[in-house]
């Protein structure tokens, strides 16, 4: 019970952060770990392409983002939390591409990166990516990876599908290396999507541990 407490009081104090319409919301439960995750991106338009949705000369990235270890104890397993907030300026004619500022602030501190980021978002699919390196001394470098996919089963059914990748590479010995995918399938019924899914990490560098994480998720777009 007290795990489902701590779980509900960071889920509050995640939603007080982005106080803003179209926020899709992931609760993940998996079978050694509970997730929350919120994550959008916002196009905001000019007036050079005001019939494009999808697109807008600045796009604000904002994720948020907790996870409780069942396995967890008074000094071991502890609550993991990371906010991710990311602008780019994008030009047409660089065709998605586009120069990106982003800042990570996590558990372990606050990480200003710098890159270049790749959007393309359609009503079906999205793919959103970006290479960046940390601005700090001895930098790790990031790539970032989402993809989704849903197309129409049916009049008001979609099918969900989504991958996911973030990938830290070092740049000196002392750090390590961290490979993580996240899947999600499932199905969409207007902003409610639910299925299942699964999450892999990696960590090392000659020798990696190795965990994973499966079970099922729920995800609305508020």
Partial sequence: MKYRMLFVAIAMLLFRSVAVAQI???????????????MF??????KEAPHNPHWGKFLFFNRNRASVDY?????????????????????????????VAVVSILNRGIYPKAGIQFAKVNKDYTIFSWLVTETLKEPNVDFFLLGRYTPKLSEKLNLFTQMEFVNVFPTVNKNIFSFTQRLRLGLKIKEFQFGAGLDFLQLGRKDFS?????????????
């Fill in 210 to 222: 190795k965990t994973e994480n499966f079970g099922g998720f729920v995800r609305y777009e508020f």
């Fill in 71 to 99: 396995a967890m104890t008074k000094t071991s397993n502890l609550p993991q939390f990371g906010f991710t907030e990311a602008i780019s300026y994008n030009h047409e004619k660089l065709k998605g591409f586009a120069p």
């Fill in 24 to 38: 899709p919301v992931e609760v993940f439960a998996g079978h050694k770990k509970s997730t929350i995750d919120i």
């Fill in 41 to 46: 991106f916002k196009f905001i338009k000019g």
